[in-house]
Antibody, heavy 118, light 107 residues
Framework: QVQLQESGPGLVKSSETLSLTCTVSGGSVSGHYWSWIRQPPGKGLEWIGYVFYIGNTNYNPSLQSRVTISIDTSKNQFSLKLTSVTAADTAIYYC????????????WGQGTLVTVSS | EIVLTQSPGTLSLSPGDTATLSCRASQSVSSSYLGWYQQKPGQAPRLLINGASGRATGIPDRFSGSGSGTDFTLTISRLEPEDFAVYYCQQYGTSLTFGGGTKVEIK
């Protein structure tokens, strides 16, 4: 059974770069799309972007200027970098998989809370 | 970017009732690219419905989806205690967007 696990600092200073990694176990990153989604406390879901296993990416237009998502197939991991963070970037960050061509997210990590401090 | 509007914001029902949740898109969405998710407190969302009407693996048949174009519906028949949660619709066109969510709470 494929499992996803987010890791990275839980506290980031304002104006710095948020960096998270999602490790995939029980299966390969090959052949699938891998997304990052975030959820501010008590609010709804916001898609950040995806990376395809060969490295193609697509980002939320509202975040595109600050986001980089990359993949390391040798480590079975993919990563998120979000630059110039502010308090508005405080959220639970989830990684997720789309094993279908319709970009429906059928497997999710448990999420990790990242707080941006001033 | 396609905007998804979910209604109502909150639905207050009793176990055994039927819940009808709406998701309206700002422009037409291909049904194949429309899904519904359930999220319980402290948990990640879980895919319920794919392709607007197909149940994901392990999802009980009391959950059903329907609709096309700009109007989609999630119906939960015979509400069980574990069904009280927040539900999101999601689409993919050139970008992926979620609706704002509907909370199904116990009346």
């Amino acid at each position: 059974q494929v499992q996803l696990q987010e890791s990275g600092p839980g506290l980031v200073k304002s104006s710095e770069t948020l960096s998270l990694t999602c490790t995939v176990s029980g299966g390969s990153v090959s052949g699938h799309y891998w997304s990052w989604i975030r959820q501010p406390p008590g609010k709804g879901l916001e898609w950040i972007g995806y990376v395809f296993y060969i490295g193609n990416t697509n980002y939320n237009p509202s975040l595109q200027s600050r986001v980089t998502i990359s993949i390391d197939t040798s480590k079975n991991q993919f990563s998120l970098k979000l630059t110039s963070v502010t308090a508005a970037d405080t959220a639970i960050y989830y990684c997720a998989r789309s094993s279908n061509p319709f970009f429906l997210l059928d497997n999710w990590g448990q999420g990790t809370l990242v707080t941006v401090s001033s | 970017e396609i905007v998804l509007t979910q209604s109502p914001g909150t639905l207050s029902l009793s176990p055994g009732d039927t819940a009808t949740l709406s998701c309206r898109a700002s422009q037409s969405v291909s049904s194949s690219y429309l899904g519904w998710y359930q999220q319980k407190p402290g948990q990640a969302p879980r895919l319920l419905i794919n392709g607007a009407s197909g149940r994901a693996t392990g999802i009980p048949d009391r959950f059903s989806g329907s609709g096309s174009g700009t109007d989609f519906t999630l119906t939960i028949s015979r509400l069980e205690p574990e069904d009280f949660a927040v539900y999101y619709c999601q689409q993919y066109g050139t970008s992926l967007t979620f609706g704002g969510g509907t909370k199904v709470e116990i009346k």
